[in-house]
Every structure is written in structure tokens, then in C-alpha cells.
């Protein structure tokens, strides 16, 4: 009985010990690790939560501001008021916002919200995406009175 339970024992340790790495072959026959694909965010199938505006970390706010693009409707929280709208967006980055309206509820700090709405309103949007982060670009009146396009936000994509 003895014998036959060290040989259970020994088996059990031998096959929890025992993993297994995904590889690969590659083109010249050395093995490499498998990296599972990464998942492809497309600007209306996500959830996107506002990181920076105008170059700059977003602050803290009483809610998590977001944008969510579906269909040819855009919705979302400034941080403590909703809004909503339409957009367009086409496969070239072109990006354009008909802003419809918000909540108007009174918030203690309403220099996010304030700072949100008018980087959406900017004129002449374009988008790209990298990896899980969306970046709109805009054209910003410059103190020298000339119009550069420059970033205006930043998204983050959460699973």
C-alpha cells in the first residue's frame, strides 16, 4: 500500500511540475514564444476613457470621463455631466462632432467638463488608433494667430 502510494505521489508531482509553453517554429527553424494576439479596438465597438487633454493628464473628477461612438451616435460623461450628439467618422481618420447637448447638473470642479466639451468642438478632427489608445487631433488657434493641428485628446481602452 505503501509502494503504491509514493508512486501516486509521484506522479501527481510530476504532472503538476509540468507545463507547457506555446511556441513557434519560425523561418529558420528556431523557436520562439507565442504571443496571443492582441484584441483590435475600433472607435465604435469601445468604451473610451478620457487620459489627457491638450497634452495634459486629465485631473480627477466625480466620474471617470468617457466617450462611446455608436452608430452615427456619440454619448458620454465630461466627468460629472453627460452628453450627446452625432459624429462621422470616416477610414482615413477623419472625424467630425455634432455636439446636441448635456446634463446641467452643477458640479464642484468644472474645469475638466469645460476643457472636454471644448476640444470636442474643435474644428477640423482627425482620429488614429494605437493599440489601446485613441488620439484625436485638431486644429488649435496659436497665440501667433496661426492654426496648427496639434492633439487634443486621449483615450484609453479598458477590457
Known amino acids: 500500500m505503501k509502494k503504491l502510494s509514493l508512486i501516486f505521489l509521484a506522479v501527481a508531482l510530476c504532472a503538476c511540475g509540468c507545463h507547457t509553453n506555446k511556441t513557434a517554429i519560425d523561418?529558420?527553424?528556431?523557436?520562439?514564444?507565442?504571443?496571443?494576439?492582441?484584441?483590435?479596438?475600433?472607435?465604435?465597438?469601445?468604451?473610451?476613457?478620457?487620459t489627457n487633454i491638450n497634452g495634459m493628464p486629465v485631473k480627477d473628477s466625480p466620474e471617470r470621463p468617457y466617450i462611446i461612438f455608436d452608430g452615427d451616435r456619440v454619448n458620454g460623461s465630461l466627468g460629472c455631466n453627460t452628453f450627446f450628439g452625432t459624429f462621422f467618422a470616416n477610414k482615413k481618420g477623419k472625424l467630425d462632432f455634432e455636439y446636441t447637448g448635456a446634463t446641467k447638473r452643477l458640479c464642484s470642479d468644472m474645469e475638466v467638463e469645460n476643457m472636454f466639451l471644448s476640444a470636442l468642438k474643435?474644428?477640423?478632427?482627425?482620429?488614429?488608433?494605437?493599440?489601446?489608445?485613441?488620439?484625436?487631433?485638431?486644429?488649435?488657434?496659436?497665440?501667433?494667430?496661426?492654426?496648427?493641428?496639434?492633439?487634443i485628446l486621449r483615450f484609453k481602452a479598458e477590457d
Not at 31 to 50: C, D, G, I, N
Request: no cysteine; proline share 4%; aromatic share 8%.
Open 27 to 50: 523561418e529558420k527553424g528556431k523557436e520562439s514564444a507565442v504571443t496571443p494576439p492582441q484584441r483590435e479596438y475600433t472607435l465604435t465597438q469601445t468604451k473610451w476613457y478620457l
Open 122 to 151: 474643435t474644428d477640423k478632427k482627425s482620429y488614429v488608433i494605437v493599440n489601446n489608445t485613441l488620439i484625436i487631433r485638431g486644429e488649435k488657434m496659436m497665440e501667433d494667430g496661426v492654426k496648427k493641428e496639434m492633439e
